[in-house]
């Protein structure tokens, strides 16, 4: 089992950042993978981006460049900073952990205003 708890979602401005914590119940160098999807209202849960316990990165077309993903092992702890946010980032964004099976935290909402 894993626990997963986010956090440092919130309201910003257009070109604003935040950055969005995911800290894990087990060491997270255990975990194969670790990432974020988010959903917007009506809108079906879309993919943002990867770190795989060996450090690859991936992300989404519409994240690329602005966002960015990366680890603190020591605080098993994931961060997804997000820059130069758009109002279409405006999400509810969930932390997810690939271990035995994929867990999810709760998620955290993410408001870009115009």
């Known amino acids: 089992q894993v626990q997963l708890v986010e956090s440092g979602g919130g309201l910003v401005q257009t070109g604003g950042s935040l950055r969005l914590s995911c800290a894990a119940s087990?060491?997270?160098?255990?975990?194969?993978?670790m990432g974020w999807y988010r959903q917007a209202p009506g809108k079906q849960r879309e993919y943002v981006a990867q770190?795989?316990?060996?450090?690859?990165?991936d992300y989404a077309n519409s994240v690329k460049g602005r966002f960015t993903i990366s680890r603190d092992n020591a605080k098993n702890t994931v961060y997804l900073q997000m820059n130069t946010l758009k109002p279409d980032d405006t999400a509810v964004y969930y932390c997810y952990a690939d271990f035995t099976v994929r867990f999810w935290g709760q998620g955290t909402q993410v408001t870009v205003s115009s």
């Open positions: 770190i795989t316990n060996g450090g690859s990165t």
């Open positions: 087990r060491i997270i160098f255990s975990i194969n993978a």
